[in-house]
């Protein structure tokens, strides 16, 4: 089926370990974003790409990385994991105004 | 900056009742509104936009929202609310310029009772 597509879905990390976040999509979208979710805070900004090859920073980048590696691509990357990066992050991707998001699943991390 | 609210953090209502949830906005400019549902341990699904035109916008599931440009507001409504309904609801203004970024609201959850 046609979507956005993350992975892995659930993930432990111990405090200082590094990981990537992967998110593809195949319906041809120009912008893609990733956003993490925390109990009643919704869903804020880690960083986002409007267009292939470039990349923004969101409300929340301090710790994380992201790589734009194509028009369906996006990953996002944390090089020393803390505790504070427990969360639920999803991808999600747009062709553009006036349409809206399609979010992938969320990946569920825990960082211990 | 745009920014919206979501004021009630739980919205109670019976099954078969009318449902509202609410969300304010502030935007400098014509706003983009959106609603999305989240179902336990899934994404989020779009139900409904207003981009410009009727005020009475209808989405999925039976949702329609009523965009009040005087009062800032953009209230998610269901005549009859199922059970099934019962979920976590966010409201979404689009930031300016060529982003494309959404402004999520904190997000209000819908528990309807049998």
């Known amino acids: 089926n046609a979507g956005v597509t993350q992975t892995p879905k659930f993930q432990v990390l111990k405090t200082g370990q590094s990981m990537t976040l992967q998110c593809a999509q195949d319906m041809n979208h120009n912008s893609m974003y990733w956003y993490r979710q925390d109990p009643g805070m919704g869903l804020r900004l880690i960083y986002y790409s409007a267009s292939e090859g470039t990349t923004d920073k969101g409300e929340v980048p301090n710790g994380y990385n992201v790589s734009r590696l194509n028009k369906r691509e996006f990953s996002l990357r944390l090089e020393s994991a803390a505790p504070s990066q427990t969360s639920v992050y999803f991808c999600?991707?747009?062709?553009?105004?006036?349409?809206?998001?399609?979010f992938g699943s969320g990946t569920r991390l825990t960082v211990v | 900056a745009q920014s919206v609210a979501q004021p009630e953090d739980q919205v109670n209502v019976a099954e078969g009742n009318p449902l509202t949830v609410k969300c304010t906005y502030s935007v400098s400019g014509n706003p983009y509104l959106f609603w999305y549902v989240q179902y336990p341990n899934r994404g989020l699904q779009f139900l409904l936009k207003y981009i410009t035109g009727d005020n009475l916008v209808k989405g999925s599931y039976g949702f329609e929202a009523e965009f009040n440009k005087s009062q800032t507001s953009f209230h998610l409504k269901k005549p009859s609310a199922l059970v099934s309904d019962s979920a976590l609801y966010f409201c979404a203004v689009r930031d300016g310029g060529a982003t494309n970024k959404l402004i999520f609201g904190t997000g209000t959850l819908l528990a309807v009772q049998p």
């Open positions: 999600a991707s747009t062709l553009g105004t006036p349409y809206g998001y399609t």
